[in-house]
């Protein structure tokens, strides 16, 4: 299946700082011709920040996509009954959003909107931005890479100096990681 026969639930938590590098990559999937809707987490859709205004992300979210947000637990529900997508991409996700998908909670959008999508067997895409990646994380990652459907887009390293513990995926690498989802494959050279 190509990128543009695609619809594509696009989860977006508060690593507040990725935004914009996130959002070019929303854009290039929407030029290729994939149907986006986007679920936000709690926090990424209330929480104003130096990097922006919830509201301003939001607008260009909605422009994107020419769909409304699902940022509600009941809006996220239907997700899995309705068969709403073929994949879903949590991008970015955070540490919090890690650990409550490796451990089955479900308490914002974005993570019932998880649960709700694998029930039908479909490829979860998740493209990591944690500062803790490398440790109160680093489990929650390797428990989440041997589960079934769920594919990460390469990750390494991003600031080794400055913030040893963080990762960060490939943002660029985002298309290429639904794509081999699609067909059950993880793309590699997973660690970059």
């Known amino acids: 299946m190509e990128i543009k026969d695609l619809k594509i639930g696009v989860c977006v938590c508060g690593s507040f700082c990725t935004f914009k590098k996130a959002i070019e990559e929303f854009k290039r999937l929407k030029e290729k011709g994939a149907e986006l809707r986007f679920i936000m987490s709690y926090n990424a859709a209330e929480t104003d920040t130096r990097f922006g205004k919830a509201e301003d992300f939001k607008k260009e979210l909605r422009n994107i996509s020419e769909k409304d947000i699902i940022e509600t637990l009941t809006e996220a529900e239907p997700i899995g009954p309705k068969k709403m997508f073929d994949v879903l991409i949590v991008c970015p996700c955070t540490g919090n959003t890690l650990a409550k998908l490796n451990n089955g909670i479900t308490d914002t959008p974005v993570t019932l909107a998880v649960k709700s999508h694998l029930r039908n067997q479909k490829p979860v ?4 931005a944690t500062n803790d990646g490398l440790s109160g994380n680093f489990q929650n990652i390797g428990q989440l890479l041997n589960k079934k459907n769920i594919y990460f887009v390469p990750f390494g390293q991003d600031d080794s100096l400055n913030k040893p513990m963080s ?9 290429e990681t639904v794509s081999e989802a699609i067909e059950g494959r993880q793309l590699q050279s997973l660690l970059l």
């Open 125 to 128: 895409v998740i493209a990591v």
């Open 167 to 175: 990762l960060m995926a490939d943002f660029s690498k985002t298309e």
